[in-house]
């Protein structure tokens, strides 16, 4: 297996910018909007299985350190990066790299390639969130994985996790993790997190303790940034590095930065923004109080939930933003305008007339979503 990794090792860079490319181009046909990356929806060391949205290109910096006692007091760093882009179908395609890794001997550099789908969504009508990762690691030459369930119960996140993992010591064996942890938001743009894992079986000759975060996550205002600064005792950001703990506590930052393609590149054909003749008003239009049936959604990760809503007559569809960026609900006919959205907002409008109606976002036109209006019963 080892002649295996060494090819891999010379071939990684060759391999993984065009491959990551085709991808971001395949991700920009797809139909599926999902949610998004945020450190808010999960503790340091638990991805939750969250998927980057169709067309956007998702990179993070993850740096951890430790210092060493008086009178040295060296400073080891132990940086992760992550880059990937959303597919159709809520999956994702991404690797992470580490540049300082203490996981396999003599081998300090660890490579994770992965997939991960999420085929249950909350913020679809599902009970439950519902992910899973199959991965490569160069560093223990094998195949990892990982399921994961998450249940938002107002303010709390809830998450759970089993990981499969192979052996990086080439004993033959396979290695099993299961943990958990939570997110607990203080309105829109700070949450506290934490989460723990345990091996079944870990080597504790080789120092492997069970893992566990604390941090202090924060949304950026007026950006699609969000920042994580916690405490752990894991090493990299991989399966394998956030499932084995160790005897050193590690201090460290995450920083996530979505790049979402349409807005630097722009859409044609039936995604190009709406006419420019087209000019919504610049009042917002008052939305009156519901009386028949309510639809409620959300703005989130610089783009609606639902790209696609079928209602029937009389119903009205409530929007709150939870981005910490301003957003509009922007009919394109013109007929409607929610002003702006500042985070935490909500704005309804009632759909009474049969028909299809586009809207989008007026500071971010790539953002669209469609509301199909259907007779009533």
């Known amino acids: 297996m080892r002649p295996l990794r060494t090819r891999l090792l010379g071939a990684r860079t060759r391999t993984l910018t065009p491959t990551l490319a085709l991808c ?13 990356q945020s450190v808010l929806d999960r503790p340091p060391n638990l991805s939750g ?39 159709p179908l809520r999956a994702m395609v991404g690797a992470h790299y580490a540049t300082n890794s ?28 519902l992910g899973g990762q199959v991965g490569y690691n160069v560093a223990s030459d094998g195949l990892d994985g990982e399921v994961s369930l998450a249940r938002r119960l107002g303010a709390l996140r809830l998450m759970g996790v089993a990981r499969v993992l192979a052996d990086p ?13 939570a997110t607990l938001r203080f309105g829109r743009f700070v949450a506290l997190a934490g989460d723990y894992t345990m091996l079944t079986d870990p080597d504790e000759s080789l120092g492997e303790r069970d893992a566990w975060s604390a941090g202090l996550h924060l949304a950026l205002p ?39 393609l349409a807005r630097f590149f722009g859409r044609g054909g039936d995604d190009a923004p709406p006419p420019t003749t087209v000019a919504p008003p610049l009042a917002p239009t008052p939305s009156a109080a519901p009386t028949g049936a ?75 979503t469609t509301v199909v209006v259907r007779p009533g019963p």
């Open 169 to 181: 010591r080439q004993r033959g064996q396979v290695d099993v993790a299961v943990g958990g942890g």
């Open 222 to 260: 007026s950006t699609p940034h969000s920042l994580s600064l916690h405490v752990t005792n894991t090493n990299t950001a991989t399966l394998q590095g956030a499932s084995r703990g160790g005897d050193q506590l590690r201090y460290g930052f995450e920083f996530t930065v979505p790049l979402t």
């Open 49 to 87: 299985n969250w998927v980057a949205n169709r067309g956007t290109i998702q990179f993070n910096f993850l740096h951890r350190f430790t210092a060493s006692d008086a009178p040295v007091r060296k400073v080891s760093n132990f940086p992760t990066f992550l880059i990937g882009t959303g597919l």
């Open 294 to 368: 309510v639809t409620r959604t959300v703005l989130r990760s610089m783009a609606f939930a639902q790209e696609r809503l079928e209602v029937t007559a009389g119903t009205t569809v409530v929007w709150t933003n939870e981005d910490a960026v301003t957003h509009t609900v922007t009919a394109a006919d013109g007929s409607f305008d929610s002003g702006r959205l500042r985070a935490g907002d909500s704005w309804s409008y009632t759909f009474d007339a049969v028909g299809t109606v586009e809207i989008y976002c007026r500071p971010h036109t790539f953002m669209r």
């Open 102 to 129: 203490t996981l396999a001997p003599a081998f300090p550099n660890e490579w994770e390639l992965f997939v991960r789908a999420l085929p249950l969504q909350q913020d679809r009508g599902a009970p439950v969130d």
């Open 24 to 36: 971001a181009a395949v991700a920009c046909t797809g139909a599926d909007v999902v949610h998004a």
